[in-house]
């Protein structure tokens, strides 16, 4: 039985890995937890108490983010994703891993420019402390203002990325109906072709 309303056999469209699958999601969800504390803990008028609880949970979690990316990163040169279905034009392939590869590259600079924001300009990352990593980057006003604008810019261009990616994600979803959408969601996986 294929999908409901699907207008194509979408069984036989091969999924990306279950690891994929779940870091992907746990990534889509802490990408918005971080990109929703990081506007609000910079907001002017929230309270003290909120604003340093933010900081906190955005800071350690955005560093353990470099390790998940890392694993991403790993699970993507060792497992090749599927290939795209025959239906899908060339153009929108094309645009589409154009979007992928922009989303790593920016999944990669937001922490460390991150990181080094916080730790060249001295502040504290609290998990790292209380295990005693020594901070990577030197103590340097201009390293960390550079480093700020460079996590500014790139969280708005991340915002616009993730944007243009649901959306397409949604019109395979939703209008197209052709299983792209599919091969990564994570619970649909016994009714599709494993690609491994
Ligand atoms: C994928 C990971 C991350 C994302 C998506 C992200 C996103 C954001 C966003 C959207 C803002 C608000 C920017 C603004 O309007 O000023 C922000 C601010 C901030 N982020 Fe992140 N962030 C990430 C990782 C990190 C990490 C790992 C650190 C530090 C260890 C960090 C430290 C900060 C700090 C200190 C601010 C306040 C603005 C500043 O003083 O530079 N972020 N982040």
Redesign the pocket.
């Known amino acids: 039985m294929a999908i409901s309303g699907s207008t194509s056999d979408i069984r036989q469209v091969p999924c990306y890995g279950l690891p994929a699958r779940v870091l992907h999601w746990s990534m889509a969800v802490l990408?918005l937890m971080?990109?929703a504390a990081?506007?609000i803990?910079?907001q002017d008028g929230i309270s003290r108490d909120v604003q340093n609880s933010l900081?906190i949970f955005?800071?350690n979690v955005?560093?353990l983010?470099i390790l998940l990316i890392a694993i991403r990163l790993g699970i993507r040169f060792t497992q090749p994703p599927p290939p795209e279905p025959e239906t899908l034009p060339r153009w929108q392939a094309r645009i589409a891993s154009l979007t992928h590869v922009a989303l790593y590259a920016l999944?990669i600079v937001?922490?460390i420019a991150?990181?080094v924001?916080?730790k060249a300009g001295g502040f504290p990352?609290e998990g790292l402390d209380a295990m005693g990593v020594p901070s990577l980057v030197p103590r340097s006003d201009e390293l960390a203002s550079v480093a700020?604008a460079v996590?500014?810019y790139g969280?708005r261009l991340?915002v616009l990325l993730v944007l243009v990616h649901i959306g397409a994600a949604l019109f395979h979803a939703v209008i197209k109906r052709d299983g792209v959408f599919q091969r990564m969601w994570p619970m649909s996986a016994a009714q599709h072709a494993q690609s491994k």
Do not use: D
């Open positions: 990408v971080m990109t990081g506007i803990m910079t900081f955005h800071k955005g560093v983010m999944l937001m922490p991150g990181y924001r916080v990352i700020k996590h500014f969280g991340l």
